[in-house]
């Protein structure tokens, strides 16, 4: 580890001297590795994702956008196991062709959106790495939970309701916006700042994923397209599912797009961050008494069937896509 890189670490990602340390971490950022203590009967949690300048998100990006962005979608999988994220390390690629100051610059705005969101999330940063390439991010998120209670996808069982939490699209559709596509004369101002955010700062459903730990039979989330990620589901169950398309939510700026655009966007987008989840029929009162309660806003869009993979119909006809979602190879 270099000067340069213990001075980045300590002045934009160590904890401030005056700073409450969480009692779980027992030794944090400065050390080969950090220690923490996991709650007790509890089982951890523990996710990865990367994310690569001009491939997970545009290349000119705000850097205090891509600190948000870079954590939520990494709580967005601890949100689906329906745990409760605890801590999480980072490791950081930049380019060796900024200059130091343009260098700081980038880690100062990028580490305030990181910490803003660690903050709200009440996760803590407990170490990572840096290093000299192409701009990159990976994140290690650790999260807690009953190891019984924690929702998987392979407990999907035929006749279960699909569910998804919020509404799709609107990570694709903001893509449209920042890449000014197709759809330019759509979006209102305020449209594209709604969409933007959706795409920048995703809310990983953390509430929701421990809300589900008790009527869920299954769960993903949605990042890569509902038809790729409810196909993790049904592969992992051995089961296959009907969608209505007709069903699914859609953003009030998103029933501005054209309907059959909004419809695949929806379909196999991605960058949603949302929940699918598979509900049996005798947990559904659970499931409407939380909603009208306000705990979970959620939406059926099918049933689980025999057979293998996600079936869409539309009005009683077959709806057929180009792709399931997006393809990382």
Not at 51 to 66: K, R, W
Not at 80 to 96: N, S, V, Y
């Amino acid at each position: 580890m270099s000067a340069g890189e213990f001075e980045l670490i300590n002045h934009y990602f160590k904890a401030a001297p005056d700073a409450i340390t969480p009692a779980s971490v027992l030794l944090g950022i400065g050390d080969d590795a950090a220690l923490v203590q996991p709650s007790s009967g509890q089982a951890l949690v523990v996710a990865a994702d990367t994310l690569v300048s001009g491939t997970h998100f545009p290349a000119d990006a705000p850097a205090e956008q891509i600190g948000q962005r870079a954590l939520r979608v990494n709580l967005s999988d601890i949100a689906a196991m329906g745990a409760q994220p605890r801590w999480f390390t980072l490791a950081l690629t930049l380019p060796a062709s900024w200059g130091s100051d343009a260098r700081r610059e980038w880690v100062a705005e990028f580490s305030r959106g990181l910490k803003q969101c660690a903050d709200q999330y009440q996760c803590t940063l407990i170490g990572g790495d840096t290093t000299s390439g192409p701009l990159c991010i990976s994140i290690q998120m650790l999260g807690e939970v009953v190891a019984a209670k924690a929702l998987r996808r392979d407990g999907a069982n035929l006749d279960d309701f699909v569910l998804v939490t919020h509404t799709l699209g609107d990570g694709a559709a903001a893509l449209d916006v920042i890449d000014e596509g197709t759809e330019q004369e759509t979006w209102s101002d305020d449209d594209r700042d709604y969409l933007r955010s959706r795409y920048y700062r995703p809310e990983p459903r953390i509430q929701e994923g421990l809300l589900l730990q008790e009527i869920a039979s299954s769960a993903q989330d949605i990042s890569d397209g509902l038809l790729a990620d409810l196909g993790h589901i049904c592969q992992a169950s051995d089961v296959a599912a009907e969608i209505d398309v007709a069903e699914l939510p859609l953003s009030a700026s998103l029933q501005k797009a054209d309907v059959t655009q909004a419809q695949r966007w929806a379909l196999t987008g991605g960058d949603d961050y949302e929940l699918v989840f598979t509900v049996p029929e005798h947990n559904m009162p659970k499931l409407a008494m939380a909603q009208a309660q306000g705990q979970i806003q959620a939406t059926v869009i099918g049933r689980i069937v025999s057979g293998a993979g996600v079936h869409c119909e539309l009005n009683g006809a077959p709806f057929r896509v180009d792709s399931t979602g997006y393809r990382h190879f």
